[in-house]
């Protein structure tokens, strides 16, 4: 809400264009902090911890990507020591728990990448590993069936986001997929819901939740 607040008065100092700089945006104003929003945050552990428990919470009872992937198939052939799922960014791990739930006789490796301050407070889950990675860096686990990130991208303008896509791509073999789990307004006619949350996006974080065509051209950059 505070960013919120702010956005009207930074965009009319800014020329109403979209903020694409995560060092300066409504965030900085409203939070009197030189710092990008997830640093700051990093820094307010009881918020984090809050944060956290929000997004375990807000998706419940929701289609998830298993409804809509055939995993089976794609781990079809799979061993003990295959590695089938890196969910990078994966927080407390809730993907991973969902992938053990739904398919817990599909032999392989999943493994949940974040921040070293995160995984300590990772859900228990039998047959998950945890690895501290940052996704600034290239990917070390190579070869993988699936490469996972939920609502990530949303979460930093462009020029960052393909910086994330090309840390990943080097890491992928010939049977490998990226699999972007994220929100997807309609080229025309979004609902309320959508925009509401592309507001936050830009005054929170100087990023946007992304139309198919703005989906389509930033994977072309990523990979390009």
């Known amino acids: ?24 945006s409504a965030f ?15 820094e307010q552990p009881k918020l ?8 375990t919470e807000q998706h419940l009872g929701s289609r998830t990507w298993l409804d809509v992937f055939d995993f ?22 809730q993907q991973c728990a969902l992938l053990k739930k739904k398919h817990a006789k599909i032999p392989g490796r999943v493994v949940l990448q974040d921040q070293p301050f ?6 228990s889950v039998d047959g998950m590993e945890t690895q501290a990675h940052d996704f600034w860096t290239e990917q070390p ?12 991208l949303e979460d930093y303008p462009d020029e960052k986001a393909e910086e994330i ?20 307004i309609p080229n025309t006619g979004a609902n309320p819901r959508s925009t509401l949350q592309d507001l936050t996006m ?5 990023s946007a939740e992304r139309t198919e065509r703005q989906w389509d051209e930033l994977l072309e950059r990523g990979r390009a």
């Not at 984090?48 to 997004?55: K, P, V, Y």
């Not at 896509?165 to 997807?184: C, G, L, Q, R, T």
């Not at 830009?202 to 100087?206: C, I």
Request: aromatic share 8%; glycine share 6%.
């Open 28 to 42: 900085q104003i409203a939070h009197k902090t030189d710092k990008p929003a997830y640093v700051w945050a990093i």
């Open 141 to 152: 686990l190579k070869g993988s069936r699936i490469y996972y990130m939920r609502n990530v």
């Open 202 to 206: 830009m005054s929170t974080l100087a």
């Open 48 to 55: 984090m911890a809050d944060f956290n428990l929000w997004m």
């Open 118 to 123: 995160v995984l300590p407070h990772a859900i």
């Open 1 to 24: 809400m505070p960013c919120l607040q702010e956005i009207p008065d930074f965009l009319s100092a800014t020329g109403y264009t979209n903020p694409t700089n995560v060092l300066h």
């Open 165 to 184: 896509i090309k840390n990943i791509i080097p890491a992928m073999s010939s049977s490998s997929v990226f699999i972007i789990d994220e929100m997807i």
């Open 72 to 93: 089976s198939s794609h781990a079809q052939g799979s061993s003990a020591d295959t590695l089938l799922l890196v969910d990078i960014g994966g927080g407390l791990g």
